[in-house]
């Protein structure tokens, strides 16, 4: 029995250009994603399945289908509970950043776990909004709060 994800796919939209580290970030989070998952839809169905992540009219959409039978799932997710953490995200990655190269060691280390706690935070609040379409765990959720990030540097404009 595969429940598991075997490929994912994120519709960034035409012509997108990432920075090299959110393409390091995404290329990483996808290897993880396929190597080790837990995420199914809660109707149990075996996969393995293919999952797309997209934004459309707003939401957050979670499309799986399974690679051999037509069988799908959609969910669309309100970004509402998720934004407050994402920007809170994005601004301490950016801390992140501009301390490497200005700040000493435990200044940086304090705030990569400012970092780490609010990559935490935001894969608990996207494991509880998911639990109603999908089943998943701490560390998959963690890697698709990555790429729900990625997602939203396009549509906050922060390319």
Known sequence: MRRDLVSV???????????????HERDVAIRDLLHENVFY??????????????IQDN???FKTQHITYDLSAT???SPRTLMP???????ICRSYTQALSS??????EAIDMGRRG??????????????RAFTTDHDTARR???LVCVLHIRAEGLL
């Open 118 to 131: 609010l990559h935490n935070e935001g894969a608990e609040a996207l494991q509880k909004s998911l639990s």
């Open 9 to 23: 796919a994120l519709d960034t939209g035409p012509l997108v250009t990432f920075h090299p580290s959110v393409v």
């Open 41 to 54: 839809p809660l109707s149990g169905a075996d996969g393995p399945w293919h999952l797309n992540l997209s």
């Open 75 to 77: 969910f669309r997710l």
């Open 144 to 146: 698709l709060f990555t």
């Open 85 to 91: 953490v994402i920007r809170s995200y994005f601004d």
């Open 103 to 108: 700040r000493q060691p435990h200044q940086i």
């Open 59 to 61: 939401r957050i959409v």
